[in-house]
């Protein structure tokens, strides 16, 4: 009988294989990191060719939480980050700087047609590390914000002053301030408990826990549980003058000036705070300290008549496509955009009739209109009628997901499956009258509960419609069986995405446009003869599986090493 144990050969063998892989990783590691920190080109401004003829046009500011390599629920990924900026990049966008802005505010300067005023926030080391290459790729410049009392904490998650004065000398980055600090105050818990103040480490790691009402240190007097102020007026102003003397003096020591960019976290009022008086005492300083200031987040555009200390920006959540942020753009400023298709074999097969369609590997992720749907149609579907599909759906639980089958032409006539807000449903539609013939609520035990609207859905869909019967399961689970339908007419298959509500979120913020996610959508017969499959296959599939492994690896190495 054959020693089953490995023979000092062959661990010798497995010992080296495993030093080469290693050796081969942290030399990629090695390069990613010094493609990120060694910088080798210069920052061109725009061409004065192109500038506008008239005021009119004004700018859009987009601003980022945050970069990481792999992004989470805040920080963008770095691909993710680049599909944007090359998007915008492709549209004709030129960045701008804060004196193009002073100028254009001040002094009436003309800004190219199409500019954009770029931001990071939070100053974090990974959004210079990882945005740093992007800029350079795409000749864009961009301003970091900070917060001046990360400076004294020595945070290696931050970047400090000699950090900044770096990022400034490469010609791509310019300065700006989001304030002293990032602190909550009169904080809530989602069971209504009195919190009281919170810095940001504290919120973080109770974020699931809060309710949305809280405010931000300079936006309010410090309240009680019953929202009585504890500090009297007096006390109120100290308080805050004290935040914006602290924040001047690290400032012009550490980095040598005061930045004239500032980002007020954020009243988004119209005004300098939640409370009058406590807007008067922030107006004061913020006039006297800056040039200018992003008082407002949710709208990109800028015009020649917005105040120069409200200025708005959108902000990308990591969660949005490329169509989702350029759809935010295109509803903003009215102005023709080229939104991304990705494989356009993959887009062939589909008709395009509302939003916008992107076709990124086995998915298809389809951007609804501002408040409105997104609907493609699966092109040569409208002979079927028996057949089974399976797709993924993952969209946001909160927003529309659904999937229409023996629809006609204006869609009068459908059998809908859909998924809204974690609630499946099946309608039926005859003659343009619409029915719902079943209704589960995918989460009965929190069904008042809530949901974030950036929490991710993930359900995966089986659906058989014979003759007068619909079969439906979610995630293996059969939840009807053999429901009886109406409508057995021949019809198309078609995709649809919708807005349903601004939903809650803990950050306020108001977005109207949603991503439908329709990963791995497979149409077959009642004979199993597959019409239609977007699943990864053959070189294709094999590319993606070696792509994800070694970016999971490298991605262990980066946050282990």
């Known amino acids: 009988m054959k020693n089953k144990e490995f023979s000092p050969q062959r661990k010798d063998r497995i010992k080296i294989i495993r030093g080469m892989l290693q050796g081969i990783i942290l ?46 629920d805040t920080l963008i990924s770095t691909e993710a980050l680049e599909k944007q900026i090359k998007a915008l990049n492709d549209n004709g966008y030129v ?51 900070t917060y001046a009392d990360k400076f004294g904490k020595k945070d290696s998650k931050f970047l400090m002053p000699k950090d900044l004065l770096k990022l400034k000398d490469s010609s791509y980055w310019e300065l700006g301030t989001n ?72 400032y012009n020591k550490e ?93 062939s097969k589909f008709k395009e009739i ?35 599909i399976s797709v993924r759906l993952k969209g946001n639980v909160i927003g529309c997901q659904s999937i229409y089958l023996r629809c006609n032409e204006d869609g009068s006539n459908s059998i809908g499956v859909q998924l809204i807000n974690n609630t499946v449903n099946v309608i039926e539609s005859s003659n343009g009258d619409k029915k719902i013939i079943y209704s589960l ?27 007068k019967k619909l079969t439906l399961a979610i995630d293996e689970k059969k939840i009807v069986e053999d429901l009886k339908v109406s409508n057995e007419s021949e019809g198309s298959i078609y995709l649809q995405s919708a807005w349903g509500e601004y939903g809650y979120s803990q950050r306020n913020i ?4 949603y991503d439908g996610i329709f990963q791995g959508l497979k149409v077959t017969n009642i004979n199993n003869k597959v019409l239609y499959d977007s699943s990864l296959k053959g070189m294709e599939a094999i590319t993606y599986n070696i792509k994800s492994s070694f970016n999971k690896i490298v991605n262990w190495f980066i946050k282990n090493l």
Do not use: C
Request: glycine share 6%; proline share 2%.
């Open 510 to 513: 108001a977005d109207d446009v």
């Open 27 to 72: 030399l990629v590691i090695l390069r990613i990191i010094i493609r990120a920190i060694f910088t080798f080109s210069v920052y061109k401004p725009y061409n004065s060719d192109i500038v506008s003829k008239d005021r009119k046009g004004g700018f859009i500011a987009v601003s980022y939480f945050g970069v990481d390599r792999t992004g989470d």
């Open 255 to 347: 980095v040598g000036y005061m930045p004239t960019l500032y980002a007020i976290m954020h009243s988004n009022t119209g005004k300098f705070g939640t409370n009058d008086k406590v807007s008067e005492v922030n107006e004061k300083w913020i006039k006297d300290l800056f040039s200018m200031n992003f008082n407002r987040e949710g709208y990109s555009l800028n015009l020649s008549n917005s105040s120069i200390y409200d200025l708005t920006r959108v902000q990308p959540q990591a969660y949005w496509s490329t169509n989702h942020l350029l759809m935010r753009i295109w509803d903003d400023t009215k102005k023709d955009i080229g939104f991304v298709v990705g494989d356009e074999e993959k887009a």
């Open 95 to 145: 960045t701008i700087t804060q004196k193009d802005i002073l100028d254009y505010y001040t002094k009436g300067k003309v800004l190219p047609e199409k500019s954009l005023f770029l931001l990071f926030e939070d100053g974090r080391i990974d959004t210079a590390m990882f945005s740093q290459k992007i800029l350079e790729k795409y000749n864009y410049k961009a301003t970091m914000l």
């Open 179 to 250: 304030g002293y600090r990032l602190e909550y105050i009169n904080v809530f818990d989602k069971d209504s408990n009195y919190l009281g103040k919170l810095d940001s480490i504290q919120f973080s790691k109770l974020s699931s826990k809060i309710n949305r009402k809280y405010n931000h240190y300079l936006m309010d007097y410090i309240r009680d549980e019953q929202g009585i102020p504890m500090e009297s007026y007096e006390e109120m102003k100290q308080r805050i003058n004290k935040d914006y003397e602290i924040l001047s003096n690290i």
């Open 354 to 388: 509302k939003g916008q369609a992107e076709f990124v590997d086995d998915k298809i992720i389809l951007t609804s209109l501002p408040k409105e749907k997104g609907l493609i149609k699966l092109l040569n579907s409208e002979s079927y009628k028996d057949i089974n």
């Open 441 to 467: 609520n995918l989460n009965p035990k929190n069904k008042d509960e809530k949901i974030d609207i950036k929490k991710p859905g993930n359900k995966k869909v089986y659906i058989t419609l014979i003759g």
